[in-house]
Antibody, heavy 123, light 106 residues
Framework: EVQLVESGGGSVQPGRSLRLSCAAS????????MHWVRQAPGKGLEWVSG????????GYADSVKGRFTISRDNAKNSLYLYMNSLRPEDTALYYC????????????????WGQGTLVTVSS | SYELTQPPSVSVSPGQTASITCSGD??????ACWYQQKPGQSPVLVIY???RRPSGIPERFSGSNSGNTATLTISGTQTMDEADYYC?????????FGGGTKLTVL
């Protein structure tokens, strides 16, 4: 069974940093692209970032570009999101999701999703 | 930036057909996916590549995509289908989600 377990969320002050992790199991991790998607309280889904199977191709939403960094460690079956210069508008539940293939391709999808880790940015 | 527009809400009676639309400029030239999210749960993929159904998703879920509109159709809607539904597509190497549609079955 495919499992994605996020961790690292918490409450931080604006301007501070946080690192999220996603532990994957039940599939060959380095065969798939991976993504972070967030959902602000009571709001819709927003894609944050994606990374292809070997980290050669990475994409970011404009809202986080220059502040967030995605990475992966295929030896540890883990995905990470380094979040710097956090803002109140970054407050959200952050989901890790497995891509439908190895690349960041337009025909791909997200399946499955983890349970999410909550990030709260407030003074 | 690219936008996907969904109606905020759709209502349907049990056993009837529900249609949820997703509109975007030349969306039919892209691949559309659909996700179901029930309260307190993570999203679940119900349709990918316009009209393909993942294993485990009931046959009553179907999708289409043409012109500027993708449509998720739920035939014989059941009360368990009540949820938020999000469409998703790629544009210029980034991912776009629609704003979501709350499906009410009553």
């Amino acid at each position: 069974e495919v499992q994605l377990v996020e961790s690292g969320g918490g409450s931080v002050q604006p301007g501070r940093s946080l690192r999220l992790s996603c532990a994957a199991s039940g599939f060959t991790f380095d065969d798939y692209a991976m993504h972070w998607v967030r959902q602000a309280p009571g709001k819709g889904l927003e894609w944050v970032s994606g990374i292809n199977w070997n980290s050669d191709y990475i994409g970011y939403a404009d809202s986080v570009k220059g502040r967030f960094t995605i990475s992966r460690d295929n030896a540890k079956n883990s995905l990470y999101l380094y979040m710097n210069s956090l803002r109140p508008e970054d407050t959200a539940l952050y989901y890790c999701a497995k891509g439908g293939g190895s690349s960041l391709a337009s025909y791909n999808w997200f399946d499955p999703w983890g349970q999410g880790t909550l990030v709260t940015v407030s003074s | 930036s690219y936008e996907l527009t969904q109606p905020p809400s759709v209502s349907v009676s049990p056993g009837q057909t529900a249609s949820i639309t997703c509109s975007g400029d030349k969306l039919g030239d892209k691949y559309a996916c659909w996700y179901q999210q029930k309260p307190g749960q993570s999203p679940v993929l119900v349709i990918y590549q316009n009209n393909r159904r993942p294993s485990g998703i009931p046959e009553r879920f179907s999708g289409s995509n043409s012109g500027n509109t993708a449509t998720l159709t739920i035939s014989g809607t059941q009360t368990m289908d009540e949820a938020d539904y999000y469409c998703q597509a790629w544009d210029s190497s980034t991912v776009v989600f629609g704003g979501g549609t709350k499906l009410t079955v009553l």
